[in-house]
């Protein structure tokens, strides 16, 4: 079977790669090799891999750029996910559609499900939500899946981000009202090649790793299990401030707990605690230091 990874230089497709199954002839491609808002483009890239199932891990991600760079996200977003989507029905290939948890509004206090309402409160989350739309809409057949706080060893994350900052300012202030669950990408890609595994599945889920945090309690835990692991050398005090301190152009939910009951039933896992998989991915951090 041939799959074909859309997004190479992102996070998840880095995770997808690395644990794709031996029986799997498994292709990656970035925006330079494949333009997903061309047609043309994803056209020609279907004849050259021939591929029999496509994941679509690539988005414009930069949630506040994208208040001021609409035309881009919905580029991307949008019209490259329903390029996806037409070309998969024509040549009769399977699409896997990566989403978000931005597509709510994050009103809510207990964990969304699959056919909650959506009101995306930012250009990423409305442009998201209108790529998920034209994929349902033209390839019904497809699986999309929402997730929230992707954070991986490869590329830019908050994980990372944290631990430079630990390393080098004498305090940190980290939002604590804005609530969801940290995923690691490694999990992700496990989830996406259980279903791949499963050609009856189809439809919107959602996937995260299981258990609730805010941005502070995510903190404390690098902290803590970094000083445990010695990518840490000392702590430094960490002070929850709400997100009003620490405005950005774009709005977030301050509640994006997602229900993965569906996720789980169709693809046969276990959502791992979040806890347990960010000591799992500090622990491969380590071996590249």
Not at 50 to 59: H, R, S, Y
Not at 227 to 246: C, H, M, N, T, V
Not at 251 to 270: H, M, N, Y
Request: aromatic share 8%; proline share 5%.
């Amino acid at each position: 079977m041939n799959v074909l990874v859309i997004g190479k230089n992102g996070q998840l497709a880095y995770e997808m790669l690395k644990s794709a199954p031996q029986n799997l002839n498994c292709v990656a491609v970035g925006r330079s090799e494949l333009d997903i808002s061309d047609l043309d483009e994803v056209n020609h890239a279907f004849t050259k891999y021939k591929p029999n199932v496509v994941i679509n891990t690539a988005a414009y991600t930069a949630v506040d750029k994208a208040e001021s760079d609409q035309e881009a996200a919905y580029a991307v977003n949008e019209l490259g996910a329903a390029n996806l989507a037409k070309i998969c029905k024509e040549h009769g290939v399977r699409l896997l559609h990566v989403s978000t948890d931005f597509v709510f509004d994050g009103n809510q206090t207990t964990p969304y499900q699959t056919d909650d309402a959506v009101n995306p409160l930012g250009v990423y989350g409305a442009s998201k939500l209108a790529g998920d739309q034209a994929v349902q809409r033209i390839l019904p057949s497809s699986v999309i899946v929402r997730t929230a706080w992707v954070y991986s060893e490869h590329g830019n994350n908050f994980v990372k981000t944290m631990l430079r900052l630990m390393a080098e300012k004498p305090q940190l202030g980290i939002v604590y009202d804005q609530v969801g669950t940290p995923t690691w990408a490694a999990g992700l890609a496990k989830w996406l090649w259980a279903v791949v595994a499963k050609p009856e599945v189809s439809g919107m889920f959602h996937w995260t790793d299981a258990g609730v945090a805010s941005w502070y309690d995510f903190a404390v835990a690098i902290q803590e299990l970094a000083i445990q692991k010695g990518l840490l050398d000392k702590a430094i005090p960490i002070r929850p401030i709400p997100a009003s301190a620490y405005p950005t152009p774009a709005k977030r939910p301050s509640f994006s707990v997602i229900d993965k009951t569906t996720a789980e039933t169709a693809s046969g896992l276990l959502a791992v605690h979040w806890r347990t998989q960010l000591s799992s991915m500090l622990d491969d951090l380590k071996k590249q230091y």
